[in-house]
Protein backbone atom coordinates (compact mmCIF):
# COMPACT_ATOMS: atom_id res chain seq x y z
CA UNK A 1 0.00 0.00 0.00
CA UNK A 2 2.71 1.93 0.93
CA UNK A 3 4.66 1.40 -2.08
CA UNK A 4 2.19 1.94 -4.36
CA UNK A 5 1.35 5.75 -2.73
CA UNK A 6 4.85 6.15 -3.38
CA UNK A 7 4.31 5.42 -7.26
CA UNK A 8 1.01 7.62 -7.17
CA UNK A 9 3.48 10.65 -5.35
CA UNK A 10 6.06 10.05 -7.94
CA UNK A 11 3.34 10.49 -10.75
CA UNK A 12 2.17 13.65 -8.77
CA UNK A 13 5.29 14.69 -8.30
CA UNK A 14 5.91 14.55 -12.42
CA UNK A 15 2.48 17.40 -12.47
CA UNK A 16 3.96 19.20 -9.35
CA UNK A 17 7.46 20.52 -11.79
CA UNK A 18 4.59 21.29 -14.67
CA UNK A 19 2.62 23.48 -12.07
CA UNK A 20 6.53 24.86 -11.39
CA UNK A 21 7.21 25.43 -14.89
CA UNK A 22 4.08 27.06 -16.35
CA UNK A 23 1.97 28.70 -13.65
CA UNK A 24 4.33 31.54 -13.06
CA UNK A 25 3.83 32.20 -16.70
CA UNK A 26 0.55 31.99 -16.98
CA UNK A 27 0.40 28.63 -19.47
CA UNK A 28 -2.37 26.14 -19.57
CA UNK A 29 -0.99 23.22 -17.12
CA UNK A 30 -2.79 20.79 -18.96
CA UNK A 31 -2.47 21.75 -23.04
CA UNK A 32 -0.53 21.58 -24.68
CA UNK A 33 2.16 18.72 -24.13
CA UNK A 34 5.90 18.73 -22.70
CA UNK A 35 8.11 19.95 -25.00
CA UNK A 36 11.56 20.09 -25.03
CA UNK A 37 13.12 23.68 -24.35
CA UNK A 38 16.34 23.51 -26.35
CA UNK A 39 15.08 21.98 -29.39
CA UNK A 40 10.91 22.10 -28.91
CA UNK A 41 10.57 18.81 -29.95
CA UNK A 42 7.23 17.54 -27.87
CA UNK A 43 8.07 14.81 -25.13
CA UNK A 44 7.09 10.96 -25.86
CA UNK A 45 4.73 9.20 -22.61
CA UNK A 46 8.00 6.72 -22.37
CA UNK A 47 10.44 10.04 -21.64
CA UNK A 48 7.85 10.83 -19.32
CA UNK A 49 8.15 8.42 -17.24
CA UNK A 50 9.28 9.65 -13.45
CA UNK A 51 12.67 9.29 -12.31
CA UNK A 52 13.06 6.51 -14.58
CA UNK A 53 13.39 8.25 -17.90
CA UNK A 54 15.84 10.90 -16.55
CA UNK A 55 18.03 7.93 -15.07
CA UNK A 56 17.56 6.04 -18.36
CA UNK A 57 18.55 9.59 -20.78
CA UNK A 58 21.18 10.44 -18.52
CA UNK A 59 19.49 13.65 -17.94
CA UNK A 60 19.84 14.18 -21.96
CA UNK A 61 17.36 15.50 -24.09
CA UNK A 62 16.99 12.23 -26.56
CA UNK A 63 16.84 14.25 -29.99
CA UNK A 64 18.97 17.36 -29.31
CA UNK A 65 21.03 16.10 -26.24
CA UNK A 66 20.09 19.46 -24.20
CA UNK A 67 20.56 19.08 -20.54
CA UNK A 68 17.09 18.25 -18.31
CA UNK A 69 17.10 19.64 -14.86
CA UNK A 70 18.09 17.68 -12.03
CA UNK A 71 15.05 19.57 -10.59
CA UNK A 72 13.00 17.78 -12.07
CA UNK A 73 13.75 14.17 -10.37
CA UNK A 74 14.44 15.50 -7.03
CA UNK A 75 11.04 17.19 -6.91
CA UNK A 76 9.57 13.86 -7.84
CA UNK A 77 11.80 12.15 -5.49
CA UNK A 78 10.74 14.03 -2.55
CA UNK A 79 7.44 13.51 -4.13
CA UNK A 80 7.27 9.58 -3.87
CA UNK A 81 9.10 9.68 -0.56
CA UNK A 82 6.76 11.89 1.58
CA UNK A 83 3.32 10.18 0.18
CA UNK A 84 5.01 6.95 0.96
CA UNK A 85 5.94 8.05 4.14
CA UNK A 86 2.31 9.96 4.72
CA UNK A 87 0.65 6.54 3.76
CA UNK A 88 2.72 4.15 6.19
CA UNK A 89 1.76 6.60 8.61
CA UNK A 90 -2.02 6.47 7.69
CA UNK A 91 -2.42 2.78 6.67
CA UNK A 92 -3.15 2.29 10.48
CA UNK A 93 -6.29 4.69 10.81
CA UNK A 94 -7.47 3.22 7.10
CA UNK A 95 -8.99 6.70 5.97
CA UNK A 96 -8.10 7.12 2.36
CA UNK A 97 -9.43 10.68 1.44
CA UNK A 98 -7.88 12.28 5.07
CA UNK A 99 -4.42 10.62 3.39
CA UNK A 100 -5.47 11.48 -0.17
CA UNK A 101 -5.97 15.50 0.68
CA UNK A 102 -2.61 15.58 3.11
CA UNK A 103 -0.36 14.14 0.17
CA UNK A 104 -2.21 16.49 -2.39
CA UNK A 105 -1.75 19.66 -0.23
CA UNK A 106 2.02 18.29 0.46
CA UNK A 107 2.23 18.54 -3.11
CA UNK A 108 0.89 21.78 -3.59
CA UNK A 109 3.16 23.41 -0.46
CA UNK A 110 6.34 21.88 -2.47
CA UNK A 111 4.90 23.88 -5.92
CA UNK A 112 4.65 26.71 -4.00
CA UNK A 113 8.09 27.20 -2.32
CA UNK A 114 10.13 26.48 -5.31
CA UNK A 115 7.91 29.24 -7.70
CA UNK A 116 7.81 31.68 -4.64
CA UNK A 117 12.31 31.45 -4.41
CA UNK A 118 12.09 31.32 -8.05
CA UNK A 119 9.72 33.92 -9.14
CA UNK A 120 8.84 35.89 -5.52
CA UNK A 121 4.96 34.64 -6.00
CA UNK A 122 2.48 32.27 -4.75
CA UNK A 123 0.09 31.96 -7.43
CA UNK A 124 -3.80 32.21 -6.68
CA UNK A 125 -4.46 29.25 -7.85
CA UNK A 126 -2.71 27.19 -5.54
CA UNK A 127 -3.37 29.33 -2.48
CA UNK A 128 -7.20 28.56 -3.86
CA UNK A 129 -6.76 24.80 -4.37
CA UNK A 130 -5.10 24.55 -0.92
CA UNK A 131 -7.97 26.60 0.59
CA UNK A 132 -10.65 23.34 -0.25
CA UNK A 133 -7.97 20.67 0.58
CA UNK A 134 -7.99 22.55 4.45
CA UNK A 135 -11.34 23.19 4.11
CA UNK A 136 -12.88 19.16 3.58
CA UNK A 137 -10.27 17.92 6.25
CA UNK A 138 -11.63 20.34 8.80
CA UNK A 139 -14.87 19.28 8.11
CA UNK A 140 -13.88 16.01 8.59
CA UNK A 141 -12.06 16.59 11.55
CA UNK A 142 -15.37 18.77 12.44
CA UNK A 143 -13.29 21.73 13.06
CA UNK A 144 -14.90 23.93 10.56
CA UNK A 145 -16.46 26.96 12.30
CA UNK A 146 -12.89 26.94 14.70
CA UNK A 147 -11.42 26.67 10.66
CA UNK A 148 -13.30 29.89 9.08
CA UNK A 149 -12.02 31.88 12.41
CA UNK A 150 -8.63 30.83 11.61
CA UNK A 151 -9.31 32.15 7.80
CA UNK A 152 -10.58 35.34 9.13
CA UNK A 153 -7.46 35.32 11.20
CA UNK A 154 -5.15 34.28 9.05
CA UNK A 155 -6.08 37.18 6.30
CA UNK A 156 -7.14 39.93 8.84
CA UNK A 157 -3.40 39.57 11.09
CA UNK A 158 -0.89 39.85 8.81
CA UNK A 159 -3.55 42.82 6.84
CA UNK A 160 -3.05 44.81 9.68
CA UNK A 161 0.56 44.46 10.65
CA UNK A 162 1.20 45.15 6.58
CA UNK A 163 -0.53 48.14 7.06
CA UNK A 164 0.62 49.58 9.77
CA UNK A 165 4.24 48.46 8.69
CA UNK A 166 3.53 50.71 5.97
CA UNK A 167 2.24 54.06 7.87
CA UNK A 168 5.93 53.32 9.05
CA UNK A 169 8.17 52.76 6.55
CA UNK A 170 6.21 53.17 3.50
CA UNK A 171 6.70 50.24 1.94
CA UNK A 172 4.65 47.38 1.62
CA UNK A 173 5.76 44.55 3.56
CA UNK A 174 3.72 41.20 2.85
CA UNK A 175 2.62 40.12 -1.09
CA UNK A 176 -0.94 39.48 -1.51
CA UNK A 177 -0.23 35.94 -2.14
CA UNK A 178 1.39 35.73 1.26
CA UNK A 179 -1.82 36.65 3.07
CA UNK A 180 -3.70 34.32 0.74
CA UNK A 181 -1.61 31.50 1.96
CA UNK A 182 -1.92 32.34 5.49
CA UNK A 183 -5.82 32.42 4.66
CA UNK A 184 -5.93 29.13 3.27
CA UNK A 185 -3.77 27.55 6.02
CA UNK A 186 -6.10 29.29 8.98
CA UNK A 187 -8.83 27.05 7.62
CA UNK A 188 -7.23 24.10 8.62
CA UNK A 189 -4.77 25.57 12.00
CA UNK A 190 -7.66 27.36 13.54
CA UNK A 191 -7.20 30.87 15.04
CA UNK A 192 -4.51 29.52 17.64
CA UNK A 193 -2.56 27.45 14.99
CA UNK A 194 -2.58 30.80 12.31
CA UNK A 195 -1.36 32.80 15.38
CA UNK A 196 1.29 30.83 15.95
CA UNK A 197 2.80 30.21 12.30
CA UNK A 198 2.41 34.20 11.81
CA UNK A 199 4.91 34.24 14.54
CA UNK A 200 7.62 31.64 13.95
CA UNK A 201 7.19 32.43 10.17
CA UNK A 202 7.77 35.95 11.10
CA UNK A 203 10.78 34.72 13.49
CA UNK A 204 12.17 32.68 11.01
CA UNK A 205 12.43 35.32 8.18
CA UNK A 206 13.45 37.79 10.14
CA UNK A 207 16.59 35.39 11.41
CA UNK A 208 17.31 34.24 8.28
CA UNK A 209 16.98 38.34 6.76
CA UNK A 210 19.37 38.95 9.29
CA UNK A 211 21.67 36.15 8.41
CA UNK A 212 21.36 36.69 4.85
CA UNK A 213 22.88 40.34 5.44
CA UNK A 214 25.07 39.46 7.52
CA UNK A 215 27.25 37.23 5.35
CA UNK A 216 26.27 40.17 2.54
CA UNK A 217 24.34 37.60 0.23
CA UNK A 218 21.39 39.61 0.35
CA UNK A 219 20.88 43.66 -0.27
CA UNK A 220 19.15 45.35 2.82
CA UNK A 221 16.56 46.66 0.30
CA UNK A 222 15.55 43.62 -1.80
CA UNK A 223 13.13 41.68 -0.23
CA UNK A 224 13.19 38.00 0.46
CA UNK A 225 10.20 35.60 -0.63
CA UNK A 226 8.53 34.79 2.74
CA UNK A 227 6.11 31.63 1.39
CA UNK A 228 8.78 29.22 2.03
CA UNK A 229 9.07 29.91 6.15
CA UNK A 230 5.65 30.10 6.57
CA UNK A 231 5.58 26.97 4.34
CA UNK A 232 7.85 25.30 6.31
CA UNK A 233 6.84 26.33 9.79
CA UNK A 234 3.20 25.29 8.53
CA UNK A 235 4.73 21.75 7.36
CA UNK A 236 5.75 20.95 11.41
CA UNK A 237 2.02 21.96 12.19
CA UNK A 238 0.00 19.90 9.65
CA UNK A 239 2.73 16.67 9.38
CA UNK A 240 4.56 16.53 12.88
CA UNK A 241 1.79 18.29 15.15
CA UNK A 242 3.31 16.21 18.50
CA UNK A 243 6.98 17.77 17.84
CA UNK A 244 5.54 21.12 17.38
CA UNK A 245 3.91 20.56 20.61
CA UNK A 246 6.90 19.53 22.19
CA UNK A 247 8.56 22.94 20.85
CA UNK A 248 5.80 24.91 22.11
CA UNK A 249 6.35 23.80 25.67
CA UNK A 250 9.83 24.39 25.85
CA UNK A 251 9.92 27.41 24.74
CA UNK A 252 7.21 28.87 26.26
ZN1 LIG B 1 15.81 18.69 -27.14
Redesign the pocket.
Known amino acids: MSILFGVFGLLIGSFVNVLIYRLPISKNIVFPRSS?P????VITWYENIPLLSYILLWGK??????PISIQYPIIELINGVAYCFLASNYVLQGELLPLVLRALIFSLLTAHIVIDLRHQLLPDGINFFLAIFFFILSILNEQWVMGLYGMALGVALPLLVTYLFYLVKGVVGLGGGDIKLFGALGLFLGPLGIIQNIFFSCLLGSIMGLALILVKALKREKPIPFGPFIITVAGFQIYFPEYFKRLLTLIF
Open positions: CHCGRCRSCHG
